[in-house]
């Protein structure tokens, strides 16, 4: 998997050399390459924004230099079957960036990420773009950042470490919130009494088929008290086989 930023704030993604991913990238399972917008300027003041055409406040992001660094990524050489880049543009008007989003994304081959600042990109420039990229305005979440750069290091983070060899034991990608629709169950370790809290008698007793029936138990209570929201797209089937009490 080919990562590719564009930034006028490059330091902004230091974190992606860290860690998990950092490790991915010295073992040669992630390619990720950060540039600079300001590269693709020509001007003594490198100049990325200018006012915006109809008043309102702040600036725009100029469009000729994201035209000339994504020009920069070669879209459009990519062979048939890899298809062409996923260019995905952090923005509060965005679709909300999921866990499926994120398996979606790691079935990708190369994946651009354009990190907007000020009032945001010239929005020429995506209509441009799709003529060599699948355009994707993703969103984080229905709150407003100053820029796409703490997107892109989560967004980056959960599609990386889907990767095949990222993470350690793959068996922990399992059983993840989300992965099933549901939130995580809550989990334990010694000692089993900590300050007179114990440990769930259940996940003590060594019966398997009664742990697993009170950890699906929690997800459910725990979706259905936390993200109702979530619960309204189980099955019926699925929510008879937990016993709520609530
Ligand atoms: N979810 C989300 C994305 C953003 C921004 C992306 C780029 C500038 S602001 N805010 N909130």
């Known amino acids: 998997m080919r990562f590719d930023v564009i930034s006028i704030f490059p330091e902004y993604l230091a974190p992606l050399e860290l860690s998990l991913i950092g490790k991915a990238r010295q073992d040669g399972l992630v390619q990720l390459t950060v540039h600079d917008l300001r590269d693709f300027t020509h001007d003594r003041h490198r100049t990325v924004d200018d006012t915006p055409y109809g008043g309102g ?18 879209p459009g050489t990519e062979t048939l079957e890899a298809g062409q880049p996923v260019l995905v543009v952090p923005s509060p008007a965005g679709e909300v960036f999921t866990q499926a989003i994120a398996e979606e994304l790691a079935a990708e081959e190369h994946l651009v ?18 003529q060599n990229y699948r355009v994707r305005p993703m969103s984080l979440g229905d709150y407003v950042l100053n820029g796409g750069e703490v997107a892109v290091l989560a967004m980056v983070e959960a599609v990386a470490r889907l990767l095949p060899g990222v993470v350690g034991n793959p068996e922990s990608l399992i059983e993840e919130s989300h992965q099933d629709g549901l939130l995580e169950y809550p989990v334990y370790t010694k000692p089993s009494d900590w300050r007179d809290n114990q440990v769930p008698e259940v996940l003590l007793s060594g019966n398997h088929a009664k742990i697993a029936r009170f950890r699906r138990d929690e997800q459910l209570r725990r979706t259905a008290v936390r993200r109702p929201d979530l619960i309204a797209q189980l099955s019926v089937a699925e929510l008879n ?6």
């Open 113 to 130: 990420f354009a990190c907007g600042r000020y009032e945001g990109i010239d929005e020429r420039v995506l209509e441009w773009a799709a």
């Open 57 to 74: 406040a702040g600036m725009v992001m100029k469009p000729e230099p994201w035209a000339q660094a994504l020009e920069s990524l070669k």
């Open 241 to 246: 086989k937990a016993d709520l009490g609530l």
